[in-house]
């Protein structure tokens, strides 16, 4: 069954045509992965479905329901979380209470309660022991995994994830791509995530969609898309050709 649809949309910069007919669509379950150059529009298209800015045109649908332009809070309560290629902890707070906040968004209390939540998040994604250092004084491995621990507290059954992995040497992608292969196994979290790192799209993409200068060029199993001469071209045969 369709959870997310994304229809026909259309952005446009200022004359810079930065999404064109983009139609995505992701089953209850499944992990899609985007793949695409710097500039491809993948950025904006997460920034599109959820409400940054609205398409020129186009439709999100979300469980049949329409979310188009619908903004974060609104959409993070229907069960639709995005984190950011940019990370956008509060940098003065703690990392706990960073992700006490995002417990607390879902309506938890008393505070209590939504710090033993937070808390228990932290160690399931090996943050533990950064509890109490500041958001902002961060290594970029613990910031990213601090933006997906945020997340994972406001319980998505839609996870974007934007370059999740962006900055994280090998030995620290692992942990990150376990907890995110248990979360599909145990949660059935559905994902659309956007990624460079190939070894990373194909251990856990069902099927990936791969975009340039703002459009879907192909799409299908990660082993078609990645050797089709398209794609290929616009994208493996340039700077990332080393990352398959
Ligand atoms: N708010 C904005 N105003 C003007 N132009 C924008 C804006 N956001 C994105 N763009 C432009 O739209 C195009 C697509 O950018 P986007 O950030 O979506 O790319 P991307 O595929 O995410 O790239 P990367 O892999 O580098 O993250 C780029 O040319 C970018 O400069
Ligand atoms: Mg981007």
Redesign the pocket.
């Given at each position: 069954m369709t959870l997310l649809e994304i229809q026909g949309i259309n952005k446009s910069?200022?004359g810079?045509h930065?999404l064109r007919d983009v139609d995505i669509s992701v089953d209850e379950g499944e992990i899609v992965g985007i793949i695409?150059?710097?500039?491809?529009?993948?950025?904006?298209?997460f920034?599109c479905v959820t409400g940054a800015?609205p398409p020129d045109s186009g439709r999100v649908t979300l469980d049949g329901r329409d979310i188009t332009g619908a903004k974060m809070h609104v959409l993070a309560r229907s069960g639709l979380v995005r984190t950011f290629?940019l990370m956008r902890p509060f940098h003065t707070m703690t990392t706990l209470e960073n992700v006490t906040i995002a417990v607390q968004s879902r309506g938890v209390r008393p505070e209590r309660a939504a710090r033993d939540e937070a808390a228990t998040l932290l160690d399931r994604t090996g943050l533990w022991s950064w509890a109490d250092a500041e958001s902002g004084s961060l290594p970029t491995a613990v910031q990213k995994r601090l933006e997906l621990t945020r997340a994972l507290a406001m319980r998505p059954r839609v996870l974007l994830l934007d370059?999740v992995l962006a900055g994280l040497v090998p030995s620290e992608r692992t942990p990150v791509l376990d907890l995110l292969d248990e979360l599909r196994r145990e949660e059935g979290v559905t994902m659309l995530f956007?990624e460079?790192i190939m070894t990373a799209v194909r251990r856990l993409s069902d099927r990936v969609v791969m975009?340039d200068q703002?459009a879907v060029i192909a799409r299908g199993s990660v082993d078609d898309v990645l050797h089709d001469p398209r794609v290929i071209e616009a994208y493996l045969g340039k700077e990332y050709g080393d990352a398959a």
């Open positions: 910069f200022r810079l930065a695409g150059a710097n500039g491809a529009g993948k950025t904006t298209l920034n800015f290629q370059e956007i460079h975009m703002g």
